[in-house]
């Protein structure tokens, strides 16, 4: 017996977000801040519905576009890093790893629950926050669920969500 199975994708120019981060590697080493305009796609499989739609592509854009612009012109920074501390004082959100320390705007930050900004985390991030946009906005769980974030050309991090 053949089997078939639809996934549908957005990648559209827009979705897009242009960032400050630094990464954690090795145990004891840390990237110099520096950023990236990041571009994320997002795909679903799941069966056909009613209208013959795996999901609706207008709903689709419209979550992944809200996702990505919470993200554009962030200083993203990860929770979740035990190498890494950050700490809000008033407007000022101040970061350090080991003598390093940064200082930033609380409104030019955001601090993401993940353990370091990697394209991958990032992925795993947007993926987890869509898979909750889809269940709470449309009652809709796909079978999976990928997103893919580009940091570069041709540089590109991808994480799969199977139900
Ligand atoms: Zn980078």
Redesign the pocket.
């Known amino acids: 017996m053949p089997s078939e199975q639809f996934h549908v994708r957005v990648s559209k120019d827009y979705l897009v977000f242009c960032s400050g ?3 954690t590697y090795d145990a004891d080493k840390c ?1 110099c801040l ?3 305009n990041y571009r994320a796609s997002v795909e679903l499989r799941a069966p056909l519905d009613h209208n013959y739609y795996v999901f609706d592509f207008i709903a689709l854009k419209k979550i992944a576009r809200a996702l990505t612009d919470e993200l554009d012109h962030k200083m993203l920074l990860p929770s979740g890093n035990p190498l890494i501390s950050v700490v809000t004082e008033g407007r000022k959100m101040t970061v350090n790893y080991k003598d390093r320390e940064w200082q930033f705007p609380v409104e030019d930050c955001l601090v993401l629950p993940i353990a370091n ?1 990697t394209a991958e985390l990032l992925a795993r991030y947007l993926a987890q926050r869509t898979l909750r946009e889809l269940e709470e906005k449309h009652h809709f769980r796909p079978e999976t669920l990928a997103v893919e974030v580009e ?1 570069s050309f041709g540089q590109a991090a991808t994480y799969t969500w199977a139900r």
Do not use: N
């Open positions: 981060h630094f990464i990237e520096h950023g990236h900004t940091e």
